[in-house]
Each structure stands twice: as structure tokens, then as C-alpha cells.
């Protein structure tokens, strides 16, 4: 097959030319993206050796090997794993798979600067590509275990590369480096330099737990060649003790099991003891991944079993709410040759997963009591998973419920605990209230809130779709009940006030003809009409039922493919507002109430509206109000 030569996916090229002019500082984070995707390549073949005995791959030495040469200007890192096919290289190195792609290049065109596009490429990581941020030229050379021929990729990073077979590729992966001319004024930075590699291996990776070999030079002639030396330790960062392992080398194995080239936000250890003896070292990310919310994010941890890697993520070691948690566990007695249906009813790997969960979540505990601002920082970005939860883990609710927070009309900028709430509670008020929306501000503007704001109630502004599913299934907390302030009936005047109670019972005989009639001619759409104790400006609006599933869970619901009849929601009038006062008194005096019957819908819409929905017809709705609007002209 001659050589042929293809187009680089758009979004690749738009990569490749950020890595090509070098937008990213360190460019030294390059050799520990190629070792670290060797490393891994090292961990496919062994554990597809592992599963399959008839895979024709020599797994007797496995390795990576760096090797550089100084005249021809080159950096070679070559490993003997998995390789790849012709197809696998056209598909894994010439597009770009990362669901969260689209995502950045789109935020990549809005950050203008160096800097915000810095933060971006860290934020995605580009494995293979950063190799361009050191060479005008890559190439690479690949063997798939098991198959007969290999092939070569070769590219400038420009628009094109090229693909070609050949037939004698040794099993693995070679990508060489044609390194960019040397910078006499930086000497630091010349990758051919024994002294510098041997560095970058050491800082960022050490603890890879293959032997990565520094190729020697050639000796002088008739001299034995020299013995090749390997420049890292290959210790599990985890099975050493905490003072001897620093920050900054957690954090590289966080990038090397993560993929994200930042520091993650805080790291956790744990060392199990006993009959059943493990270690874990667990990271939580500083960021939230784009694709934390779709169905193919890649969760779970790495299982080792006595230092060897057996499973890449495995999910079975935490549950779906901690999937943004990276780590490695080491176990001492599990099979090596466990599968993951298997992996998932194992009682050691339960009993796992239960006590990782409590560390997580105590961990959470202490950073929030310990600093505040990095429990913030986290629980901006993770919450919403976490409340995931409070319905799917009833074990670790009350845990949960220590460490999740909300925003509240409590205050701006600094959300509540539960527990801080309830001990804000005011004389009489029996219950926590809540209200459900798509944002703070829609929250904050909707006629349900009048009455508490009026009477300084604290409310609980909850703008996650999961907020809908949580709190129903919570239920209480410390004896009070989560209540929605836009469902069922709600009663904030102090109880026993003769006067209000007085006042209402003569309202509602006032009323009662009206209502009825609104009911009746509202019948398609509402369930029921009522005076309302929530309102104190707005004329109108409309609630749900207590146990009637709100629009927002109807939606969900939808959206998951479940069929839901619309649920009918119940109409609330102002008894204070002029127009209802109005509306009132005209059904008592009219005879012809045709117009009345448009004044009813037009309330029942304004109603809809105020809560950030749409009335039925809106084009009617908008007739109805112009004509309304003309007539006052007149
Ligand atoms: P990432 O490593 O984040 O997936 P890369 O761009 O670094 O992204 O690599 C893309 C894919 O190419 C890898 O997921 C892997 O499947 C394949 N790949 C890269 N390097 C090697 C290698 N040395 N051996 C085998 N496969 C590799």
C-alpha cells in the first residue's frame, strides 16, 4: 500500500496550530504526556495478555525507552505494549475523540488571550499533540500486538499526515521528536540533553511502574556497549508513607490516572489494615470534567492487586455520585484475573466502595471546616453531583446533609448548611422552605416569594435539575420538613393571630362566588382557584399541589422519555390587588361576563408568565393583551 495522506479533523488542526506556536509555558509537560500514554499502552498489553492466552505479544520485558540523539536533533520514546493498527492510528491520532472538544474550541476562540487559552489546554489535556510544542516534526512507528505489520504516521502539524505500512515495526509504539532548532540563548531547554531529560523523567514520572530506560550512546569502538539506566524509582507513591512522598509528586500521578494537566484540588490517602488489607490514594479534581453530566463519562479508579494494574476504571469502587473522584487502589488478596460483572458483587470490593465513600465525604468535612474557601471551590463544582446522593445513597444521607450547601435569600454570596438554617429558624416557623428554578435571579423574581420576603422568612434557592429529585426524597432534616414555597397551601402568620384568621374567613365568603365561577371557566387548565397568603404585589399565581410533581420534574421526566400527563396546577388570587378587587366587584355587577372570561385567562397567563412560563397560546394571550392596552388608551 503506497503512502496516503489525510486531512487532520478541523478541531485537531486548530489544536495542533495552539501546540504549534505555543501557547503553553511548560513545555516540558510534553515527554510526560508521551510516557505517560506508553505507560498505559504497557498496561493494555499486559492486561489483554492477561485475559487472552493465545494473543501472540511478547510480554517478557516491558518497558519504555527514551532515546535522543543530538546531531540529528531527535527525541525518540518508545515503548513495547499494545500498539496500534493502521486503522487505530488514523482514528486515535488523527481526531481529536474528547466529548468536551466542541466545548473548548468554543471557549478557546472566546479567550483571546495566552493566558485563558493556557488554562484551556491545561483544562483538556492534548496527550499526544503536545509533542508539538517541542518539534516541527512527529513521527511515529507502531506494531499492534499480535499483528504482522506495522505502521508509520509522520506529520509537520500542519493541515495533513501521512499514513504508510511497514512491514518489520517491532510490537509497540516509537514517536520520535524532530526537535525545534535549538535556542542558543536557553540552553535549559534543549531536549537532547541527557541531563535534562533524566530531570523531567524524575519530576513528573517517577512512579510510573514501568522501567523507563535512558538509551545509552554508543561507546567507542570495540569498547561493550553501555548498559542502558533507568531513570525512575517505579515506587507506589501509594505504598509509601505520607513525609516521604511530596505534593507535587501526588500531583503528577493525578495528571498520569486523570489526564488533566492541573493539581487536583485536594489528595487523600488511605491505608486499610487488617484481614483485608488495601491502599487508596484518592484525588478530587480542582475542576469539574465537561462531561461530568453524559451518560459516556468515563468513571472509576484503577485497581491494582499487589502493585499490578488490573483494571483501569473500575466503577465498581465508588458509587455514581463520587464519579469525579480519581485514584488508584491497591488491594493485597483479589484474583488477578477478576472481570468487572464479577468485580461488582465482590464482597471485598463492597466493602471498598463503602469505607472510600465515608473518606471522601469525611474528607469534604474536614476541608469545609478546616478552609472554607477550597470547600467552597469544591462544592461549586462538585455539588450537584454529590446531591445525586441524598436519593441514591440513604446510608450516607446524614453525611451528605453535613457537607451539602445551598444558596439562600439568607444571603448574597454564602450558602447555608441545613443545620445553618434551622438555627436561623424564626419563633413559629415549623418548617424549611425552598424554592426550585432555573436560576437565582428567576427564583428571586417569582410571585411565590413575596410573602416570605415580606415577612423575612429565609428561603433556600435551589437552580440544579437534581434539586427537584433530592428534596422529596429527603424529606426532613432535624424534624422539620423541606417544603416548597410554590406547592400546597402555605400559612406564615403567626399562629393564633384572631385578627388574620378573622380577616381571611371574611375574604373567602367575599370571594366565594368568584372563585367558583374562575373555576369553572378555567376547568381545562387549572385544578383549582384559590385566595393566595403568598402573595403581596403580584395579582396572581399558580402552585402546585403538595404531592403534584412540579414543572420542572415533568419536564425531567420528559426529557428521560417517559410519558407524564400534564399535571393541572392550582390558580392563587391576591385578595390585596386591585385587579382581583376589581375583577371581583365586575362579576358581582355585570350580567354579560364575556369580557370577564378574557380577564380570566388573562390572569391565569400573567400567573404563568410571573413563574417564568409560557401561557398556552401565546399568540392569543398577546392579542387579548393589545386589545386590552387600546381600550385604555381610549
Ligand atoms: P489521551 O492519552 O488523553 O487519550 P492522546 O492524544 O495522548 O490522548 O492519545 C490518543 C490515543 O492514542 C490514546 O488514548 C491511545 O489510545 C493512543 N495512543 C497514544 N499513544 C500511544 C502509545 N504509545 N501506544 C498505544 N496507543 C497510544
Redesign the pocket.
Known sequence: MPTETFEFQVEARQLLQLMIHSVYSNKDVFLR??V???S??LD?LRLAALRDDSLDADTSDLHIEIDLDPDARTLTVR?N????SYD?VGK??GT?A?SGTAEFLKELKEAQDAAGAEGLIGQF?????SGFMAADEMTLV?RRAGEGSGTRWSSRGEGTYTLENVADAPQ??A?TLHLKPADPENQLHDYTSTWKIKEIVKRYSDFITWPIRLVPKPGDEGEDAPEPETLNSMKALWARSRDEVSDDEYHELYKHVS?DWRDPLETIRLQAEGTFEYQALLFLPAHAPHDLFTRDFRRGLQLYVKRVLIMDDCEALLPPYLRFVKGVVDAQDLSLNVSREILQQDRHIRMIQRRLTKKVLSSVKEMKAGDPDKYAAFWREFGAVLKEGLFGDPDNRDALLAVASFASTHAEDEPTTLQQYVERMTDGQDDIYYMTGESRQSIENSPHMEAFRARGVEVLLLTDAVDEVWVDAVGEFDGKKLRSVAKGEIDLDVQGDEQADGEREKQTEAYAALLGWLKEQLAEDVKDVRLSTRLTVSPACVVSDAHDLTPALENMYRAMGQEIPPTKRILELNPAHPLVQGLNQAYQEREDRAELVETAELLHGLAVLAEGGQPKEPARFVKLVAERLEQALR
Request: aromatic share 8%; no cysteine; net charge negative.
Open positions: 504526556e508521551l505517560s500514554n506508553a498505559d499502552a493494555k515503548d505494549g499494545i500498539g496500534m487505530e486515535l491520532i481529536i474528547n489535556g492534548v496527550g499526544f499533540y507502531t509497540g509504539t514517536v489526564h
